[in-house]
């Protein structure tokens, strides 16, 4: 099982557990984590299921498509480590994946 922690903006943190080979959007949305609202169901349309990554993550993670890439230009107030879950399918060297909501989805 892969652990990961969604740290609110008010830092609070709630932990859950996946399996390797599950879409983190699908993930989050089964567990009720507050601020991921995934409008589009993973269509890569809205934006509604950008968190962000810290940088000691990045490396973990797929690539950015040119899709996404365009999707995130879209969403408000975009960090440096901004990615949608709906693209990131969790791998075991995901364990211990920490992921930020941004204030603008709420």
């Keep these: 099982m892969i652990t990961l922690t969604f740290v609110q903006p008010d830092d609070s943190r709630t932990q859950i557990q996946a399996s390797s080979g599950a879409n983190l959007m699908e993930v989050a949305v089964a567990h009720g984590i507050d601020g991921i609202l995934a409008d589009c169901g993973g269509n890569l349309v809205c ?10 993550f990045q490396a973990l993670l797929p690539e950015q498509s040119d899709m996404e890439r365009d999707m995130l230009d879209c969403v408000p107030f975009p960090q440096p480590y901004t990615r949608l879950c709906c693209q990131i399918t969790l791998e075991a060297a995901h364990d211990g994946l920490e992921l930020q909501i941004p204030l603008v989805q709420r």
Excluded at 47 to 56: A, D, L, Y
């Design 47 to 56: 934006g509604t299921c950008h968190v962000v990554v810290p940088e000691r």
